[in-house]
């Protein structure tokens, strides 16, 4: 079974769209996050959630909102997409010593 | 979380033994030093993590200098597999959540 799966792997949308990226975790973990990866491979975190509740908020355009239905989920909601939002989403859940994140889905916004 | 310093890139040859470096010279008490890898078209995956002695997983091995402001993670022998980008990142021990944040990483490159 995968501990992390998010979906869809890859989204190609236009600008102007709204789009979701699903993620489920089976690992019982409290705590999950979403990050971001550009073009330039940095890998910048956006939310973490613990227990369904927002911890963590970057600077992230208000157009991100994730939503938190139970633990095991976390998904992120795109409004208005723009051009720069294309990259790779990883979401991640974790314990106390360890991360352990999704495969990515590649949104590409033309 | 304090800062990590890693070097862009580093290569190896197959079955040879790896040192990937790392400085952390403000890191403090509380921190633990993890490392993670990002094959390419992957998520990040952990490797290893440890808060003064050496550590050894079926992974990698740690050594942690020390006093505690740099540690060297070592591959015994690399394979092709192991081509990926290595992050040294310290996460505060606490009873708070886990949040790993990721610098630029070590890029390491095998060559058969």
């Known amino acids: 079974d995968t501990a992390v799966s998010q979906t869809p792997k890859y989204l190609v949308t236009q600008m102007g769209n709204d789009k979701s990226i699903k993620c489920e975790q089976n690992?019982?973990?409290?705590?999950m996050y979403w990050y971001k990866q550009d073009s330039k491979k940095f890998l910048k975190i956006m939310f973490s959630?613990?227990?369904?509740?927002?911890?963590i908020n970057e600077t992230v355009p208000n157009r991100f909102s994730p939503k938190s239905p139970d633990k095991a989920h976390l998904n992120l909601h795109i409004n208005s997409l723009e051009l720069g939002d294309s990259a790779v989403y990883f979401c991640a859940s974790s314990g106390s010593t360890e991360a352990f994140f999704g495969q990515g889905t590649r949104l590409t916004v033309v | 979380d304090a800062k990590t310093t890693q070097p862009n890139s580093m290569e190896s040859n197959e079955e040879e033994p790896v040192h990937l470096p790392c400085n952390h010279s403000?890191?403090?008490?509380?921190?633990?030093i993890h490392w993670y890898r990002q094959l390419p078209s992957q998520g990040p995956e952990y490797v290893i993590h440890?808060?003064?002695s050496n550590v050894n997983n079926r992974m990698a091995s740690l050594a942690i200098a020390e006093d505690r402001k740099s540690s060297t993670l070592i591959l015994h022998r690399a394979t092709l597999r192991d081509a990926a980008v290595y992050y040294c990142i310290l996460i505060f021990a606490s009873g708070g959540s886990y949040i790993p944040t990721f610098g630029r990483g070590t890029s390491l490159i095998v060559h058969p």
């Open positions: 403000t890191i403090s008490g509380t921190d633990y």
């Open positions: 959630y613990n227990n369904k509740e927002l911890i």
């Open positions: 690992l019982g973990h409290d705590t």
């Open positions: 440890g808060l003064t």
